[in-house]
C-alpha cells in the first residue's frame, strides 16, 4: 500500500495501474520497487513526525509558519501526484476521463471518437438525452502535459461549430498559449477553455457525485485540515 501497488476500499482489495506495471517487472524487480517505494514514503513520514515535534516546542507564530509549510508540502504533493497520474493516461483515457466528468456535470454525451481520425471533434454532448435543446457542445481535447495549445488550434476547432447555437470545448492537460486564449475570447463563437489545473478543479468539485466507476479514471483520497 505505502509503494502505491495496493489499494483498499470498502473492504475490496485492488491492484493499481502502478502495481499491474511493478508485477510485470518480475519478482526481484517488483521486491526492489517496492521497497524502495515505500522507503520514500517512510523517510516523508519521519520528515513529518520531526515536524509536528517541532510545533509542540515553538511559539504560536513558529507554530503556524510551520503548518502552513506543512500544509504546502502536502497540496505541491498532491499536485505533482495527480499531474503524474494524468500524464501516465494515453490519449484515449484521458478523452474518456473528459467525458465522464462532462456527464457528471449533468450533460448528455451523444458521442466518443473511436481510435483513428476524429475531424477535429472528439465529443459532443447535450443538455438534454434526447439532444433537442440547444446548445450542442462540440469538445476537442488534446492530452499534451508538456506542451501549450497554440491559437491555430483553437481557430480549427472554431471551424467545427457548424451551427449559430454550437458551443466548442477545449480541453488539454497541458496548458493554453497567450495567443489561444486571446484567440478563444475573441472568437465569434463561444468557446470554452480548459486546461490542466481548470480540469482537476472540477474533477474534485463533482467528485462526490462521480459513481466508482467513474472514480476509477482519476482516484482521489481527500483530507481535511483544520482551518484558521
Given at each position: ?10 473492504g ?137 495549445v497554440?491559437s ?6 472554431a ?30 463563437e ?39
Amino acid at each position: 500500500m505505502k509503494a502505491g501497488f495496493l489499494r483498499k476500499q470498502k473492504g475490496i482489495w485492488t491492484v493499481t495501474a502502478e502495481g499491474e506495471k511493478a508485477m510485470a517487472l518480475g519478482p526481484e524487480k517488483f521486491l526492489y520497487t517496492a521497497t524502495k517505494l515505500y522507503r520514500e514514503w517512510d523517510g516523508k513520514r519521519k520528515a513529518v513526525d520531526t515536524i509536528e515535534n517541532d510545533l509542540g516546542n515553538g511559539s504560536e507564530e513558529d507554530t503556524i509558519q510551520l503548518q502552513k509549510s506543512l500544509l504546502s508540502q502536502y497540496e505541491e504533493e498532491a499536485y505533482n501526484g495527480i499531474r503524474d497520474y494524468i500524464c501516465s493516461k494515453n490519449p484515449y483515457e484521458f478523452q474518456d476521463l473528459v467525458a465522464e466528468l462532462l456527464k457528471v456535470m449533468g450533460y448528455y454525451i451523444s458521442e466518443v471518437a473511436k481510435r483513428g481520425p476524429d475531424g477535429g471533434i472528439d465529443i459532443i454532448a447535450y443538455t438534454d438525452p434526447l439532444g433537442t435543446r440547444h446548445p450542442r457542445i462540440i469538445v476537442q481535447v488534446k492530452h499534451r502535459t508538456n506542451d501549450a495549445v497554440s491559437s491555430d488550434e483553437v481557430q480549427k476547432l472554431a471551424g467545427t461549430l457548424k451551427r449559430n447555437t454550437d458551443v466548442g470545448i477545449f480541453v488539454t492537460s497541458g496548458t493554453f498559449s497567450k495567443p489561444a486564449i486571446k484567440e478563444a475570447r475573441d472568437s465569434r463563437e463561444h468557446i470554452e477553455l480548459i486546461d490542466f489545473e481548470r480540469l482537476v478543479s472540477l474533477w474534485q468539485s463533482y467528485y462526490d457525485k462521480l459513481e466508482d466507476p467513474q472514480k476509477t479514471y482519476l482516484p482521489l483520497h481527500p483530507i481535511y485540515f483544520v482551518g484558521e
